[in-house]
């Protein structure tokens, strides 16, 4: 079952300049479909897989979606008017400090933002209705299965530094877990301990 308003998330998703979140001397790639730069040697991925990403996961209205790798602030503002409340982890400081600023200025207001290692999501606020991750794991993170929700899904890069599968995980109502891969990816890798 599909909870997204697709027609009304690729309105949105052609409306959202990419070069806002990108830092001047990549500005100008900003419509290429492809990974950019964004310093301290991350990356904003490819607009087709943030896309995919996004569909897959299915944020409904009501969800509070847990985003591990806030990064340039993209993702978060691509996922904000199509959930009720995200909490994004970034562990680099000034990642965190530029990305915030800049959904502040855009307007979004159903964000809550953390500085710190994503890799045991965050129990203060869990369970989590959705869980993304925007960084690289060798396996899945128990805690990670843990937070989700019942009839929660979870989009996670998984697998060793240079290509990794990107998985879509569903907790059914009594807590049962199914993975299924959906594509091959590269992103960068997130301390699998803190």
């Known amino acids: 079952m599909i909870h997204v308003d697709r027609q009304a998330f690729i309105k949105y998703f052609k409306s959202l300049d990419r070069a806002l979140f990108l830092d001047k001397p990549f500005k100008k790639m900003a419509d290429f479909d492809i990974p ?19 569909m897959e996961l299915d944020p409904e209205p009501g ?3 847990l985003e591990i790798g806030t990064g340039s602030g993209y993702l ?9 409340w995200i909490y994004t982890i970034e562990r680099i400081p000034k990642l965190l400090e530029t990305a915030q600023k800049r ?7 159903n964000i809550t933002y953390r500085l710190g290692n994503g890799y045991n999501g965050w129990a203060e606020e869990a369970p989590f209705d959705r869980i993304i991750a925007a960084a690289a794991a060798l396996e899945v993170p128990p805690t990670l ?9 979870m989009i996670i890069p998984i697998g060793p530094p240079k290509i990794q599968d990107l998985l879509l995980i569903t907790k059914d109502h009594s807590g049962n877990i199914k993975q299924d891969a959906i ?12």
Not at 39 to 49: D, N, P
Not at 183 to 194: I, L
């Open 63 to 65: 969800s509070r979606v």
């Open 76 to 84: 978060t503002a691509l996922l904000a008017p199509f959930c009720k």
């Open 36 to 54: 950019l730069p964004i310093g301290y040697g991350q990356t904003i991925s490819q607009t087709s897989l943030v896309t995919q990403m996004i």
């Open 145 to 153: 299965l843990e937070q989700l929700e019942p009839d929660g899904r």
């Open 103 to 109: 959904l502040e200025d855009l307007g979004y207001q």
């Open 183 to 194: 594509c091959k990816v590269v992103f960068v890798q997130f301390a699998n301990k803190p």
